[in-house]
């Protein structure tokens, strides 16, 4: 590892380094990250199934029993333990299954982003992914890319680097080889470039110093860069841990009255600890895990590629979109309409000029280029030979390449209207080069601003001559001849507007955010059924307050003339009332991607940008996330459905449970028959991730309200409990039931309703109106099935079951048949007392 490199001349890293000014021969590279590889520790996939195998049991619930059962063993006291064993290895197997399931498509997901670098390999530009960099090789670098090593810089052309992740400066900073003392701080260190940071203009050449571990701020910059807990997330976790909490101290006191009502110590432990298991929501983790863990796997398929699983009940969570217009309203295929003059004429030389221009311009490609290389003037025999480039940026707007044309050199600039103009002294009419005058500013900006209002995208394109040889710089761009105007199309989509009525049908606003001028946003606002639009310039936003502004955001249909940094600072105000997302494929919009609750970019983005996103359609239709955002209220539903479940019936049967054993000389039920019933009702509970959802639900956006669950908690906890009080009482003191009749009796009860809640619970319409996902349906038939008949198979007697008289057993039947139908009717009053 060098210490302090940037103290160093390019001559002695590359010695150091024993590289090249070429790069690294691929024979090379390839023994490098060999040896590089030889300390890493890379888990094999029978160690990951292990791992995760044994995490199945590491809750501190799980933990106390399995020690409780392990105690039993040790003082010679195993009665039931091996069947207690047996349940409590297949309830892991279960919940195993389905997680490693779930990480294979969040495997999948990963292998299908990973971040590339351009490096040269025997002096050919090559891609390859960030993760084979080795110390020794060359990066080419242009606007976009991510920096993934620390580098020196060798060459450079206007290279300017966004580095405010590491220092809090939010302007780029301008990297250029050269040396700088060895206490130089973080910020004057010109000639380094740092793993995670990012080009935002220019391009270069860069010798890579450290990687990986030995990367001086790698690390921090990964860690600034992890989003903070969704408020999905946080809702899920606090609410388990809440149940966890209620379930400790219930568990606490009934192990206390049990020991007080004269059992055993290890039976009371056993019960106490079984019914604990049984009260906490331990699917949660695991329910939350696969419902999104589908989703991705579904939107897969769909074109959605999902790089953070929580980033799905983010998108279901939508209520306003931010995009560009560009591929999203419009079309996204431009095409250059006309090249015209100051007169408005058509004109060659200005076709000829953009044309120059975008050839060789070496930034990353973008349509207008596009657009521009396709329409080549026809007469063009010989292209000059391009002598420089002033690449292009954000502040200057405009881009400026250099050729050695027949005249002498000849700087070509092309970019944003106002831009080109304020550089221009003179401008071409026929064979002269009249002086810019007030006048003549007058006459371009209205021929610039009646193209805009038809809808068109304008730039200019200014030039001129300067001496064969001289060194380029941004200082030449001045006292330059204004050309004329390019103007491009690109059409609306034909079904934008039924696109943005789905959208609106699922409570989902759009605002368009543009850096074009006012004329054409308007155009394509009433293009697509926008009557009256309200629109805000960048230049109000400057002068807006950030307290009137969140009122202001609110109203606006779309920001016009907006600069990168007003982005974010429009998202972060419509945040203050909405749940926002922004979509956004190029250097500007990294900011507003990271500053949204969900970033959305496509895959053809700049690295940079699909980097700081979350979601990344692999093509550029809100068609596509209309359905994305239907997923993320699939999953948001499903989760709530089982959260419903755990804190209504299977609370209430364990709660009245704990309660009987202290009035009954026996237990209610056996600590493996408790267990029993968690493990038959898990089966079919962990498809709930999977399970249809009611289009009604899916029409408006999923909140996590804590106050509509306690309250539900309360009204379906004390539903079940008055149901296992008339069990109690039919069974204890009607048939006057021995220990082994009420055991299976109190069992067929608990088991059934636990799964038959499940069909009322998961739609918010009457049961016979809504279908339940198939899968879930038969193995809820199946687990019914199995529960009726086990008290007459032959190992029933292993769980402690014994067969019931059929008056018994038809009793128990009528009793789950009532619980069902006054489940359904008090669910119905439920959503409309409170929905």
């Given at each position: 590892m060098i210490k302090d490199f940037w103290a160093h001349t390019e001559k002695e890293l590359i010695q150091l380094l024993n590289s090249d000014i070429n790069g690294l021969s691929r024979s090379e590279a390839e023994k490098r990250l060999k040896m590089a590889g030889l300390g890493e520790v890379r888990e094999s996939p029978l160690w990951a199934d292990i791992r995760l195998f044994i995490g199945q049991?590491?809750?501190?619930?799980m933990l106390l029993l399995i020690g409780a059962v392990l105690i039993s063993l040790v003082v010679g006291e195993p009665g039931d333990i091996w069947m207690i064993i047996i349940v409590i290895i297949s309830a892991g197997l279960l919940g195993f299954i389905q997680e490693r399931n779930a990480g294979k498509t969040v495997q999948k997901l990963k292998s299908l982003l990973q971040v590339k670098s351009t490096v040269l390999k025997d002096g050919e530009v090559t891609i390859i992914d960030a993760s084979k960099i080795v110390t020794g090789d060359v990066m080419v670098l242009e606007a976009g890319d991510i920096i993934t090593a620390d580098?020196?810089?060798?060459?450079?052309?206007e290279l300017h680097v966004n580095e405010a992740s590491l220092t809090g400066e939010s302007f780029p900073v301008r990297k250029e080889?050269?040396?700088?003392?060895?206490n130089a701080p973080l910020n004057e260190r010109s000639n380094c470039l740092w793993e995670g940071t990012n080009v935002v203009s220019g391009n270069g050449k860069?010798?890579?110093?450290?990687t990986g571990k030995d990367s001086l701020f790698g690390n921090i910059i990964r860690k600034a860069n992890i989003k903070p807990e969704t408020g999905f997330e946080k809702g899920v976790k606090d609410f388990g841990y809440f149940l966890l909490r209620i379930t400790m101290i219930l568990a606490t006191a009934i192990l206390v009255l049990t020991l007080l009502n004269g059992r055993h110590i290890l039976e009371a432990t056993l019960f106490s600890l079984a019914l604990a298991v049984g009260m906490a929501p331990e699917l949660l983790p695991a329910i939350t895990t696969i419902a999104m863990s589908a989703g991705a796997g579904r939107l897969l398929k769909k074109k959605v590629i999902v790089k953070r699983l929580a980033s799905i009940q983010n998108l279901g969570e939508i209520s306003v979109?931010?995009?560009?217009?560009t591929g999203t309203i419009t079309k996204g295929i431009i095409t250059l309409e006309e090249a015209v003059d100051t007169e408005n004429k058509n004109s060659d030389w200005v076709r000829y000029l953009g044309y120059l221009n975008a050839i060789h311009q070496s930034g990353y490609k973008n349509p207008i280029d596009d657009a521009l290389?396709?329409?080549?003037?026809?007469?063009i025999q010989l292209i000059p030979e391009k002598t420089g480039e002033i690449p292009y940026d954000f502040?200057?707007?405009?881009?400026?390449?250099?050729v050695e044309d027949t005249g002498g050199q000849m700087l070509v600039c092309k970019g944003a209207f106002n831009e080109i103009a304020e550089i221009c002294t003179r401008y071409r009419e026929g064979s002269e080069c009249p002086e810019v005058d007030e006048k003549f500013l007058q006459k371009i900006s209205a021929q610039y601003e009646s193209y805009g209002a038809r809808g068109y995208r304008v730039l200019g394109v200014c030039y001129k001559y300067i001496a064969s040889g001289q060194e380029i710089s941004k200082d030449l761009e001045s006292e330059m001849i204004y050309a004329g105007l390019m103007i491009f199309n690109d059409p609306v989509k034909e079904d934008i507007i039924q696109t943005l009525s789905n959208l609106k049908a699922l409570q989902v606003n759009i605002k368009i955010i543009t850096g074009d001028n006012r004329n054409v946003a308007l155009s394509v606002a009433r293009k697509i059924g926008i009557l009256e639009p309200v629109l805000i310039t960048g230049s109000e936003l400057t002068e807006t307050s950030?307290?009137?502004?969140?009122?202001?955001?609110q109203e606006a249909h779309i920001f016009a003339e907006v600069e990168p940094f007003q982005k974010e600072r429009i998202i972060r105000a419509l945040r203050q009332s909405y749940v926002v997302a922004y979509m956004g494929d190029g250097i500007n919009d990294v900011a507003a991607l990271k500053a949204s609750d969900i970033g959305i970019s496509v895959d053809n983005a700049v690295d940079v940008a699909k980097e700081a996103a979350d979601i990344v359609l692999t093509e550029k239709n809100l068609d596509v996330l209309a359905e994305g955002i239907m997923e993320g209220r699939k999953t948001f539903a499903n989760t709530i459905k089982y959260i419903y479940i755990s804190t209504g019936s299977t609370f209430g049967n364990m709660l009245s449970m704990a309660v009987i054993s202290m009035v009954i000389p026996f237990l209610p039920m056996l600590p493996k028959q408790i267990l029993l019933t968690n493990l038959i009702s898990d089966f079919p509970y962990i498809l709930i991730a999977s399970d249809n959802v009611d289009e009604s639900v899916l029409k408006t956006a999923g909140r996590w309200n804590i106050r509509t669950i306690n309250r539900y908690m309360l009204v379906f906890g004390a539903h079940s409990s008055v149901f296992d009080l008339i069990t109690f009482a039919t069974l204890y003191f009607v048939f006057r039931a021995d220990e082994g009749s009420f055991q299976t009796g109190w069992f067929l009860v608990s088991v059934l309703t636990e799964l038959i809640i499940l069909f009322v619970i998961r739609t918010r319409e009457s049961i016979l109106k809504s279908t339940p996902m198939k899968g879930l349906f038969w193995i809820s038939v199946a687990s019914i099935v199995f529960t009726l008949v086990l008290p007459y198979l032959p190992f029933a007697g292993y769980l402690g079951f014994v067969r019931l008289p059929f008056k018994v057993f038809s009793v128990m039947c009528l009793i789950v048949v009532l619980y069902t139908i006054t489940a359904e009717y008090l669910k119905l009053w439920f959503y409309r007392r409170y929905r």
């Open positions: 049991f590491t809750n501190p619930l580098c020196i810089v060798l060459e450079s052309n080889p050269g040396i700088c003392a060895p860069a010798l890579v110093v450290h979109l931010c995009t560009d217009k290389i396709h329409e080549k003037p026809v007469d502040i200057r707007k405009r881009l400026t390449i250099a950030s307290e009137a502004l969140i009122q202001k955001v």
